[in-house]
């Protein structure tokens, strides 16, 4: 009798370490407590994705080939913060022009005429491999095809889910209802910075 309880409190254990585990460790998560992670690809695009604790995993692995790329606006990257060594290669650009999209005024952001060219000024397609991250993971989907376009082979070219803010909560009786705490580079407690760095920031601009 002693031993089938024992086996019942074990059962029970592992149960709920496995819920536990649920929203946090299934895609290596390390969200605030209590948030679940649910990552989706916002956009169909050519190449991988992978949690950014899976991309943090693959660069230690291998840093002499494995380079994370940060595509958002320069104001993004350096008022949001970013992931200590990201290479910064907007997708978009801020603009000055007001536009209406989805019944707000926000500014244009028009896509980088050079984006190609940079990463191939940066990068070399036949040896290394690249994790576009932005801020919640849809220009990083556009990112990845692009770069395909640029002759980068497809097993090596990744985006990074949920990018480096997460996704908001969408749960009104949430305390952080409408706030990008889901997920995220920075959610998952990765590194990050808001210092800027010569070696990373976009390259073009050190020569203006």
């Known amino acids: 009798m002693r031993n089938v309880k024992l086996s019942l409190?074990?059962?029970?254990?592992?149960?709920?370490?496995?819920?536990?585990?649920?929203?946090?460790?299934?895609?290596?998560?390390?969200?605030?407590?209590?948030?679940?992670?649910?990552?989706?690809?916002?956009?169909?695009?050519?190449g991988g994705n992978v949690t950014p604790?899976?991309?943090?995993a693959m660069i230690q692995k291998d840093p002499e080939h494995t380079f994370l790329v940060d595509v958002r606006t320069r104001a993004e990257y350096e008022f949001v913060g970013h992931p200590i060594g990201a290479y910064h290669i907007p997708?978009?650009?801020s603009g000055n022009e007001l536009v209406e999209k989805k019944g707000k005024l926000a500014y244009a952001k028009p896509d980088s005429p050079n984006f190609a060219q940079d990463l191939l000024a940066r990068f070399n397609p036949a040896k290394d491999t690249l994790l576009f991250m932005c801020?919640?993971?849809?220009?990083?989907?556009?990112?990845?095809?692009?770069a395909i376009k640029a002759e980068w082979p497809v097993e090596n070219i990744f985006n990074i889910l949920g990018g480096f803010e997460g996704d908001k909560i969408t749960d009104e009786n949430n305390p952080y209802y409408g706030q990008r705490k889901s997920g995220g580079?920075?959610?998952?407690?990765?590194p990050w910075t808001y210092k800027i760095n010569k070696k990373f920031v976009y390259q073009p601009d050190l020569s203006e």
């Open 9 to 46: 409190l074990i059962a029970l254990l592992l149960v709920f370490s496995g819920v536990a585990c649920t929203s946090s460790c299934r895609y290596g998560a390390k969200s605030e407590p209590g948030f679940e992670v649910n990552y989706e690809v916002k956009v169909p695009h050519e």
């Open 53 to 56: 604790s899976e991309a943090y």
């Open 91 to 93: 997708f978009k650009l």
């Open 135 to 146: 801020r919640s993971g849809t220009r990083s989907c556009l990112s990845s095809t692009e």
């Open 185 to 190: 580079w920075r959610n998952e407690n990765l």
